[in-house]
């Protein structure tokens, strides 16, 4: 099940979040705050995985797309971007970017099934001095600028 995250979720998600390399406690607690878009999956009635989402004008980032380590291979980060797609293209949004470490292989083929397109790459970005490829996709068929 996909829903919205509430303020119970809290402790779970930063459990969750600390598997990503360089998680950022203070971002998931605004988040949580209410303003950007935190949708959260399920299992068994606890939190399994999240995906958290920025919006700058008619645009969205997704900041963090998380699952916690037991509950990976389940399908849940595909199931969470299809959540996050629907629900940006039902407000309105023209496009979802986002921002992936260059050696994250597994991440990159998910956004790829989900036609996001690389469109530069931020050098040094990552706290490993790794590359960020950035990436981006029109919501339902709408043209970006």
Do not use: C, K, W
Not at 77 to 86: D, E, F, I, Q
Not at 100 to 118: G, I, K, Q, S, T
């Amino acid at each position: 099940m996909i829903r919205e995250a509430i303020l119970d979720d809290a402790s779970t998600l930063h459990r969750i979040q600390r598997a990503l390399s360089e998680p950022n406690p203070a971002l998931l607690d605004y988040a949580l705050g209410g303003a950007p878009l935190v949708l959260v999956s399920t299992a068994d009635g606890e939190p399994a995985g999240y995906a958290l989402v920025l919006f700058t004008g008619d645009r969205a980032y997704l900041a963090e797309l998380a699952v916690a380590p037991t509950r990976r291979r389940e399908g849940r980060a595909s199931r969470l971007l299809t959540a996050v797609l629907a629900r940006l293209d039902g407000d309105g949004f023209s496009a979802l970017a986002l921002s992936v470490h260059a050696d994250n292989d597994a991440a990159r083929r998910l956004y790829e099934r989900f036609e996001f397109e690389p469109v530069g790459r931020e050098p040094n970005y990552y706290d490993d001095g790794g590359d960020a490829i950035l990436m981006s996709r029109p919501i339902a068929g709408r043209e970006t600028d």
